[in-house]
């Protein structure tokens, strides 16, 4: 993924955000590793990952669990789970859509209860940024210490 550049940083971002399992971290600090820009990186490995994690809350609406079951291994109980602790909090909850092994759930309950698309959308992109920009700080300290 690396040898395609911002291409491959936006795939691997989206297939990580989706309920594919794949590590879009390691891609990010190769790439930035790389030269590229750590400001554009940012942007795209925002971008993609939250169009992955919209894949997911479309997925939700959608409604079929048996699909979701099947497809995305993500079981009816922890969507329900999902839905309980998100219940009264909304689709600000997007945000933490970024977590490892409950983000997923998260954007499929959040899309399973037709919550604000625009609001999700939002929330979900902050939280991924967030994210993003102090795995990027935090690559690049290495980066200078190395």
């Known amino acids: 993924m690396t040898d395609w550049g911002y291409v491959g940083l936006f795939l691997s971002s989206f297939l990580a955000g989706s309920v594919i399992p794949f590590s879009s971290e390691l891609v990010l600090a190769a790439t930035l590793g790389l030269g590229l820009s750590p400001f554009i990186c940012v942007t795209v490995v925002t971008l993609g990952n939250t169009a992955g994690g919209m894949t997911c809350y479309y997925m939700g609406r959608l409604g ?11 079981k009816h109980e922890k969507i329900e789970r999902m839905q309980r602790i998100l219940s009264g909090k909304g689709a600000l909850m997007g945000f933490f859509a970024f977590l490892p092994f409950i983000g997923s759930a998260i954007a499929i309950a959040l899309g399973y209860m ?3 698309i625009w609001l999700t959308t939002l929330s979900m992109l902050v939280g991924k940024l967030v994210r993003y920009v102090l795995m990027v700080l935090a690559i690049e300290g290495v980066l200078t210490i190395v």
Request: hydrophobic share 30%.
């Open 64 to 74: 079929r669990l048996d699909w979701i079951e099947r497809y995305c291994g993500v």
């Open 114 to 116: 037709r919550s604000n």
